[in-house]
């Protein structure tokens, strides 16, 4: 398999700790929205699950997912989450790097991003349960991981690749994803 | 802001060996998310309590303004979970709203839960060197230089992508960027933060990456240290305290019930 080289390993640790910046700046957002609206607060969730996911549509490589998520949340504990975020990293970039896994590493689309997210917020909803956050009522239950999973789907499956989009379109990754064998053999015609 | 995170002494936490801690500390972070016991969690809270108000080496004040948005997040989750909880023995119900025996007990437990991983981590934080950390997980735990190296070289660049985060909301204020409303605008503006800072800092980490192994940096080869990390008397004690400290929390909260 394509195995990560130096560059890549620190272009995925670079914007593992990237997203956790951002997560910072978002969490403040998140911080305001809430006490106030409880649904929007859900729905905001999604950022969270994007790094991984992320990750992996920009390196296309197998780990990836599994080292950005970590990274991303190695840098929110570094920066005063908390380092039980650590294992909620592990554990969300683990079931997205499963899921890219299953594929073999060659499918990159909407469906398969999103679903990406999907599987890291239902491994972090089975640390909820441990954790004592997932002792509710079956509505509100239902209604808070149910608002969660869409968002998840809707961050990792439209923004992350949308983004990624963007950043094909200004010709960073050319330089950083797989060479594929079509264009080895454009060379030898 | 460093300044700000100089503590007053440093205390025998201080020389403990930084990946020993972070191991021992995630050991028990783990231990704790995985019990469901609240008498045992509320000992641990208040043994982690007394770690960092006594051993950290800050300032009373510091430590109180830290620990701010703790008690925030121990009243807001225990809050929602009494108020949304499921229960049986019900106490108190209007509409959605009912608070029963067993989610105040729940929203206690997970209240405390996050109050213990809060102390836990500042503990660790304040007292430990970044740095330092790193190279001793490299040699204490044999963490690939690799991981080790790429993480320092990131949060040795945090200045810096933070304040491309500044020119950019700059620029975009200036510019009069307005956003559309709701799930869609949040969309357009994680898109305009994220594009120019994703592409520069992928073209920051190439570069650093390429000259490193211009420097004959090679990945899985054996190397020397310029910071050497090893154990002392210090772990000894570190263990010890630890050990003690859960033994009797244990004894406490399991046997005494």
Same mark, same amino acid.
């Given at each position: 398999m394509k195995k990560l080289t130096f560059t890549d390993l620190l272009i995925t640790i670079m914007v593992g700790v990237v997203f956790g910046i951002l997560m910072k700046f978002w969490d403040d957002l998140y911080t305001v929205v809430k006490p106030m609206m409880p649904v929007a607060r859900q729905l905001l969730y999604g950022m969270w699950f994007m790094t991984g996911v992320f990750a992996f549509l920009l390196i296309r490589k197998p780990g990836v997912a599994l080292i950005a998520s ?120 | !802001?460093?300044?700000?995170? #100089? ?15 972070? !191991? ?10 995985? #019990? ?50 499921? $229960? ?32 836990? $981590?500042?503990?660790?934080?304040? #007292? ?20 080790a190296y790429s993480f320092i070289a990131s949060i040795r660049l945090l200045p810096v992508v933070v304040e491309e985060i500044q020119v950019r909301s700059n620029a975009l204020k200036v510019r009069g960027i307005t956003f559309s409303r709701g799930m869609k605008g949040w ?68 046997? !005494?019930?």
């Amino acid at each position: 398999m394509k195995k990560l080289t130096f560059t890549d390993l620190l272009i995925t640790i670079m914007v593992g700790v990237v997203f956790g910046i951002l997560m910072k700046f978002w969490d403040d957002l998140y911080t305001v929205v809430k006490p106030m609206m409880p649904v929007a607060r859900q729905l905001l969730y999604g950022m969270w699950f994007m790094t991984g996911v992320f990750a992996f549509l920009l390196i296309r490589k197998p780990g990836v997912a599994l080292i950005a998520s970590i990274a991303g949340a190695g840098l929110s504990a570094f920066i005063g989450h908390g380092l039980e975020v650590l294992i909620y990293g592990f554990a969300q970039g683990l079931a997205a790097e499963l899921l890219f896994a299953a594929f073999r590493y060659r499918k990159f689309s909407m469906v398969i991003a999103g679903v990406a997210g999907v599987f890291s917020c239902a491994a972090s909803f089975g640390l909820d349960m441990f954790y004592g956050y997932a002792d509710l009522e079956t509505w509100a239950l239902v209604v808070k991981y149910g608002l969660r999973a869409i968002s998840a789907f809707i961050f990792t499956g439209v923004f992350a690749v949308l983004i990624v989009r963007a950043l094909e379109a200004t010709g960073v990754t050319q330089s950083i994803r797989p060479v594929a064998k079509e264009e080895y053999s454009l060379l030898d015609r | !802001m460093p300044a700000w995170f #100089t503590p007053n002494r440093e205390t025998w936490l201080f020389r403990v060996n930084p990946a020993l801690k972070f !191991m021992i500390f995630v050991l028990l972070l783990l231990f704790t998310l995985f #019990t469901r016991n609240l008498a045992f969690v509320s000992w641990l809270a208040v043994l982690f309590g007394i770690l960092l108000y006594g051993f950290s080496g800050y300032p009373i004040r510091k430590l109180a303004l830290l620990s701010i948005p703790l008690i925030i997040s121990f009243a807001s989750s225990a809050f929602t979970m009494m108020l949304f909880g499921k $229960g049986d023995t019900v106490i108190w119900q209007w509409g959605l709203f009912k608070i029963s025996e067993e989610s105040i007990q729940h929203g206690l437990l997970l209240g405390t839960k996050s109050l213990t991983f809060g102390f836990v $981590g500042f503990t660790f934080l304040l #007292t430990v060197q970044p740095v330092l950390f790193f190279y001793a997980m490299m040699q204490q735990f044999r963490l690939p230089s690799k991981y080790a190296y790429s993480f320092i070289a990131s949060i040795r660049l945090l200045p810096v992508v933070v304040e491309e985060i500044q020119v950019r909301s700059n620029a975009l204020k200036v510019r009069g960027i307005t956003f559309s409303r709701g799930m869609k605008g949040w969309g357009e503006r994680i898109q305009a933060y994220a594009v120019p800072l994703f592409a520069q800092s992928i073209r920051r980490a190439q570069r650093i990456a390429i000259a490193m192994e211009a420097k004959q940096y090679q990945m899985g080869a054996a190397r020397t240290y310029f910071y050497p990390t090893s154990y002392s008397r210090m772990d000894v004690v570190f263990i010890g305290v630890i050990s003690v400290s859960i033994a009797s929390v244990s004894m406490v909260a399991f046997v !005494m019930n």
